[in-house]
């Protein structure tokens, strides 16, 4: 019997890749460190309340769809996505309230009333961010990486349309003029770990997935995704190995031969998908050699996208303006991110988002309360901010910034846990913390963005955040299928005959 696929890592990625390379009829064994799947993706249950600890935020839907399709299995046997309305609430720092709906005539009446005149400019914000999905998306979000052959598709009038040359918040200044709109468009930016003032006008498209395609809950929680994802897996007959953490990945030359555990035994492998961020594989997980360790120096020295800062508080007492999703704004968006991007350091005056997921499921805390999933944008790990000697005054400044917006909490918190970046680094081995890997606020990001089959180890393969199409848990999705059909194919043209 011919040796497994082995996938490193039990992340949406990783899962993603081990079901598509199952359902093609692949043998497959998944080996996971932790003692539960997920990766990023994670859940925390105590004292009566239940929190999700990673993404809070799931939009194209499509791309689970397509996942279950390929398996031949319908979605909703697994896990239930419901439309969220309002997609969030923003609390703007002069008292305005805003609720960010997907419906375009609400959105105007809204805009209409805080911001008169810019009605027109949001709809044709949404028109030209649906023309870049339109643009992009064939070679950059749901195709594999993008090729001088695949540029070469597409006319190059349509590029300039892209909007590649100017950054995220030049392009929405085009748009709008009012200063809550601006920050509500450019905030997009951090969901793949960036910069409105730095990233390229491009990553406007993230806006149109949202904007125009809507939120999803999965009812439960939004470790649902996981535990369905980990389900169908093992129906498809996955291996799947919690507490297996991989030291080494075993190569005879510069091929692929197997794993090595961290507790000594070796796994035969004849092909391997790391859902492991690029930057540790090479740091941590290869042997040596002179060609390897140039690309590992390469990896580091790219720029990281942002971290996190994360509580997760258990809170007695209901709060009835507060939606699932909320966003408290910053009084500087500028200074904050050139806090994070240029000082490396925690903004003193932090964008802070609070997702309750009790709105939805009662049952996540007990009656009476809320369970509060607070997180703050953070610089990726270095010298520059010490968390083991901040992490208790940081807490405290971002509980004190929320009193401060009439939401004072501190006396009736009945639970609590917090994840810094250096926790985030240890549980998911994201390297420096950096939830998005490489950093987006370059127009070469994505060209510069390791490729979904390793070109110098045979047989190895990448899925995740770190590697192409980028971060995000619908597009980590689409990673772990680009690696499972680049590794079918390599084991098609090697097969005899």
Excluded at 73 to 86: A, E, H
Excluded at 167 to 174: D, K, L
Excluded at 393 to 414: G, K, N, S
Excluded at 422 to 439: E, N
Aim: charged fraction near 20%; include cysteine; hydrophobic fraction near 40%.
């Amino acid at each position: 019997m011919a040796d497994p696929v082995v996938v490193i890592g039990g992340g949406i990625g990783g899962l993603s890749a081990a079901i598509r390379l199952a359902a093609a009829g692949q043998r497959v064994t998944l080996l996971e460190k932790n003692a539960q799947v997920g990766g990023k993706m994670s859940q925390i249950s105590a004292d009566g309340f239940r929190w999700d600890t990673g993404p809070s935020v799931i939009t194209m839907r499509h791309v689970f769809d397509d996942l279950f399709a390929a398996a031949g299995r319908p979605m909703d046997d697994y896990f239930t996505l419901l439309p969220v309305d309002p997609l969030t609430r923003y609390f703007y720092p002069d008292g305005v309230t805003l609720d960010a709906r997907r419906d375009v005539e609400q959105m105007r009446a809204q805009i209409a009333q805080i911001a008169p005149g810019d009605e027109a400019g949001y709809a044709k914000y949404l028109d030209y961010a649906a023309q870049i999905h339109r643009i992009t998306g064939p070679v950059f979000i749901y195709d594999r990486p993008p090729t001088l052959r695949s540029f070469a598709r597409v006319p190059v009038w349509d590029w300039l349309k892209a909007d590649p040359f100017r950054t995220m918040q030049q392009a929405i200044e085009g748009f709008v003029g009012s200063p809550h709109l601006r920050q509500l468009l450019g905030r997009f930016a951090t969901y793949v770990g960036g910069s409105p003032y730095l990233a390229p006008a491009t990553l406007n498209v993230i806006a149109h997935v949202e904007l125009n395609g809507g939120i999803w809950y999965p009812r439960g929680g939004i470790y649902r995704i996981a535990a369905g994802l980990e389900r169908l897996a093992r129906e498809l007959g996955v291996n799947l190995c919690p507490d297996a953490a991989v030291d080494q990945i075993v190569l005879a030359g510069s091929s692929v031969r197997g794993v090595r555990l961290a507790d000594g035994t070796t796994i035969a492998a004849r092909q391997v998908i790391a859902n492991v961020d690029v930057t540790t594989v090479y740091d941590r997980l290869l042997p040596e050699a002179p060609a390897r360790t140039r690309r590992k120096r390469r990896l580091m020295a790219c720029k990281p996208s942002c971290s996190g800062f994360i509580l997760m508080l258990g809170v007695r007492g209901t709060h009835p303006d507060l939606a699932h999703h909320n966003i408290f704004f910053s009084s500087d968006y500028a200074a904050e991110f050139d806090a994070i991007f240029r000082r490396g350091v925690p903004a003193d005056d932090p964008t802070i988002y609070l997702a309750i997921t009790a709105k939805t499921d009662p049952d996540h805390a007990p009656p009476g309360h809320e369970n509060w999933f607070i997180l703050v944008n953070a610089p990726a790990l270095s010298s520059a901010y010490r968390w083991a000697q901040q992490a208790d005054r940081y807490r405290d400044l971002i509980l004190d910034r929320l009193a401060a917006r009439r939401y004072d909490v501190l006396d009736r918190i009945v639970s609590e846990y917090r994840l810094t970046p250096v926790d985030l680094q240890a549980m998911s081995g994201a390297w420096r913390g950096a939830l998005y890997g490489p950093s987006p606020n370059s127009r070469w990001t994505t060209f510069r963005r390791p490729h979904n089959r390793a070109r110098d180890v045979g047989g190895l393969y990448f899925a995740g955040g770190t590697t192409h199409p980028g971060g995000g848990v619908p597009m980590v999705a689409l990673s772990g299928k680009v690696a499972a059909e680049l590794a079918l194919e390599d084991s098609r043209s090697r097969a005899p005959g």
